[in-house]
C-alpha cells in the first residue's frame, strides 16, 4: 500500500509527456498548491480526491465554495455510500450534531480552549482585545469540565448565575475556579457588563443563527472524528459561503479542522505503523488557517494526517502560518501567481526557475518542487491532468449518498429546536428571582394603610416602616443625664467626664442662641457623679461669698444665681436673695 501512486499531473520538458504522482510516505509530508484563480487547482484536488476515494482511502474535503464536493459526490462508487458523511449545513431541515466540546480529554483541553480562541480572534481580528480573551478563555475552559456543554453555554455561563454555579462546581482546575469564584464573582456591575459586552456581540451574534445554533447546540455530536479517521470513511464538508455566510463558514471549518487535529493526535494510543493514512483536503484554506494551523503542520505526519492545502496568495495568511507551511511542506506547486508571491516563491524555484516565469504560467501549467522517497526534488514543469471523464460519474448517486447520510448522521430540525427551546426555558426558570423578604414590605401592617402594598398608597405608608427599620438596626445606646437640663437622654458612644451632654431639646435651644453651645462650655471634673452619691450641702453664706459659677449636673438650677454685694457675712431681716 505504501507504494500506492496518486496521479495528477504530466511532464512537458521536451515535448516528452509522462504521467506521475506521489506515494503515500512522500504524501505524509503534506502537499501545498498555490495559484492564482482559475488556473487548475481544484481539478488537480479533485483527481486526487476521486483517486484516494476509489482506493478506499479515508478523505475529509473541506470545500468554502461547495463547487468540488458537489463534483466529487457524483464519482463516489456505490460501495461506498455508506462510508461517506456528508456535512452541508445549508440542509436546514436536517441539520447534522457538532459539538466541538464533547468528550475532550484532559490533556487535550487547551488544544480545544486555544483552537477556539484562535477561530474567533481570526474572524473579529479588528475588535478583539485581551480582557475579550482572557474572559472568553476561562468560559470554554470551565464548560469543558461540564458534561453535556455546547457553545451555548458560553452566553449562558456569563449571565446565568445558577446555570455558573452548577459549572463551578464542577471545576477540578483551581486556576478556572479561582476566576470564576474570587475575581469575575466581584467584579462591579458596570465592570462585569463592559467585560461581556464584545463576546455577547460576537459569539452572541454568531450563536443566534438557527443554522449555526442546531448544528452547535446538540450535546451530541452525530459522528465520531476518531472513528471516521480509524475506519477510512469519506467526509464531506460542504461549507459554501454563499449559503451559510462567510463568517459562519470559516468558523465551522476551522472548528473542524480542530476537531481533526485532536482525533489525530488521540492516535497517540496505537502504535504509529497502525496508524492509517487520512487525507485532509483543505480548498482556500486561508479561511481556516488560524494561529494552530501551525502546530498541525508540524506535528499531523507522525499521526498520518496527511495534509493537501490550496489557496491563492502568500499574503491571505499570516506570517506565522506561512512560515509553518513553507518549512514543513514537503511538495510545493506553483500555478501563475502574481508578482509579490513570484519574488518569494522564487527562492524555493531557484535557479531554474525566476520571477519571470513564475508570473507567466499557462492554464493547467506548473512548476513544482516534488518529494520523491523523501527527498525534495529539483523544480520542473508539468501539466496538470484534464478532469476525470463525466462517463465515470453516476448521476443518481448524489442522492443516494445524501438520503443515506441524512437517515444516519441527521436529525429532523423541529426535533433540534424543540430540545434547544426547552434549554432555554430551563435556563429562564432558573434564573427568575425568588421573592426577596424585605422588613419594609413584609412587617405586620399596624393599619390599614400599611396593608395596601400599591404603588398609589406607597407615599402614605413609606414612613412608618422606615422608622421600625432604622430603629431594629439602630445599636444599643447607654441612657445618660443632660448636663444642663438633666433630662434623660441616650447616646450611642462613650461618655467624656470634660465634655457636656445635652439632650435634643437642649441641643435645639443652643442652635437657637437661648443658652451656652456645648462647645464653649466648660465642665468641672466630678469625680463624684454616680447613682449613688451623697448630696453635700454648704452654708447659704459660704454660697454667697463664692463667684458664680456654672455645674453641668443635675444638682445646679436652670438659672445662674444673682447675687447682690453684701459687706457682712450676715442677713438682714428682710433682706431676699435671688436664686
Known sequence: MSDHITYFARTNFRNSEVKFGIKVDDRRRHMYFIGKTGMGKSTVLENMIIQDIRAGKGVCVIDPHGDLVEKVIDFIPNSR????????????????????LEHVDESERHLVVSGLIGVFKKIWADSWGPRLEYVLHHTISALLEYPGST??????????????????????????????????????DRFQAEAIAPIQNKVGRFLSSALIRNILGQTKSSFNMREIMDGQKILLINLSKGRVGEDNSALLGAMMITKIQLAAMSRVNIPENERKDFYLYV??????????FAGILSEARKYRLNLILAHQYIEQIDEAVAAAVFGNVGTIIAFRVGAADAEFLEKEFYPTFTQFDLVNLAKYQTYLKLMIDGVASEGFSANTLPPIDEGFSDPEIKGKVIMVSRERYASPRSVIEEKISRWSESSRQETTPAPV?????????????????SYSSRPAQTNEPRKETSQKTKKPGQEVDCS??????????????????????????????????????????????????KEEFISLAEALKAKPSTSFNKQIPNQTIENKPEESNTLNPGEVVKF
Not at 455510500?81 to 466541538?100: G, K
Not at 445635652?502 to 451656652?516: E, F, H
Request: glycine share 2%; net charge positive.
Open 151 to 188: 457553545l451555548l453555554g458560553i452566553m449562558r455561563m456569563l449571565v446565568d448565575k445558577p446555570f455558573r454555579k452548577k459549572v463551578i462546581d464542577q471545576l477540578s482546575d483551581p486556576v478556572v475556579k479561582s476566576f470564576w469564584v474570587d475575581e469575575y464573582s466581584k467584579y462591579p
Open 437 to 453: 423578604k424585605n422588613d419594609r414590605f413584609n412587617k405586620k401592617p399596624t393599619d390599614n394603610r400599611a396593608r395596601n402594598t
Open 81 to 100: 455510500v455508506n462510508d461517506v458523511v456528508y456535512f452541508n449545513p445549508s440542509d436546514l431541515d436536517h441539520p447534522i450534531a457538532f459539538n466541538v
Open 283 to 292: 480548498d482556500e484554506f486561508q479561511n481556516f488557517a488560524t494561529e494552530s
Open 484 to 533: 444642663f437640663c438633666g433630662a434623660k437622654t441616650t447616646i450611642n458612644f462613650k461618655p467624656n467626664p470634660n465634655k457636656p451632654i445635652y439632650c435634643k431639646n437642649c441641643l435645639d435651644l443652643s442652635k437657637q442662641g437661648k443658652i451656652p453651645s456645648p462647645s464653649s462650655v466648660k465642665v468641672v471634673p466630678q469625680q463624684e457623679i454616680k447613682n449613688d452619691k
